[in-house]
């Protein structure tokens, strides 16, 4: 990957989340030393600090909860991501929940737009968060995030201008294992392309990241990668409030990882649903760090053996 200049912009934002703890996601990723671990890997890396949401006066309907929040950071992240993209930056946005996405892939969308190019998203998620404000049993936005920059309706007035939609075909679901029934519908009529557990057991990761990247390139599109903790499996990272079994390994995930490196595509990247409240010792927090070094330039056998 070429040293790009890195921009990091935080988002505390748990508005979105069933359970409060996200807020000090991005301040545990900063005691990590994730600026630094990026520096070390021959970056130049700026930290723009915390993004401050709008102020915001809405209502979606339906069973929405912390719509204004949500909207106030959404609003706020769009902007610093324009600006970062604008500068030739790279950014990487310290969540925070999902609903951060709202921002960051509608800013990288704009610029993709700009550019004359149109964008892909990689979601490592154990949730697709295609839900709409109808659909959504729980009503929490982490939930709709995808749903709202694919362009379903629903989702007025959560930023001040008309998006530019990313084509749900160029959205790719990867490591899900849990998904609503409506939210399930609606993924297969709008052709998003769902990688679940089981074709990652039967295909294997590298097969089909690759057929991702190699969808990317052919399309000499831009590719936003948004990594939730939850995309690896509990014993791996416990800090997140959505835990579902049965997720991505330390080995898959770092593989997925060196491969979005090598392919020397990403173009901007969300780290979300970080729960230190939920954490044991800053495991999560470490591994997201450990992840973001793969996404980098840093291999696994690269690492120094730590005594915990």
Known sequence: MAKRSIA????????GAGMSGCIMGPAALRVANIGGALSDLGFAV???????????SLSLGGQTHHENEVAGFARALYKNGVDAFSKGMLPI?????????MGTVTAAARHAAAMGKTLHVLWLDAHPD??????????NMHGMSAAFFCGEPGFD??????IDPVDPRHFHVFGVRSID???????????????DMRHIDE???ASLIRSVLEAVKRDDAMLHVSLDVDFLDPACAPGVGTTVPGGATY????????????????????????????????????????LTESGFGRRVFDRPTTAY
């Open 157 to 162: 007035g959560i930023l001040e201008q008309p």
């Open 181 to 195: 029934q409506k939210e399930g519908e609606l993924l297969r009529e709008r052709g998003v392309d769902v990688m």
């Open 251 to 290: 080995r898959e995930a770092h593989l997925a990882m060196e491969m979005i490196c090598d392919s020397g595509l990403m173009t901007s990247l969300d780290l979300v649903e970080l729960n230190p409240y939920l954490d044991e010792r800053g495991k999560s927090t470490r591994m997201l760090v450990n």
């Open 130 to 139: 295609f839900n709409r404000p109808d659909t959504s049993h729980s009503g």
């Open 46 to 56: 700026e930290d723009w600090g915390d993004v401050t949401p709008e102020t915001v």
């Open 8 to 15: 990091l912009i935080g988002a505390p934002v748990d508005g």
């Open 93 to 101: 946005f310290l969540g925070g929940d999902h609903s951060l996405s």
């Open 203 to 205: 295909r294997g990761v």
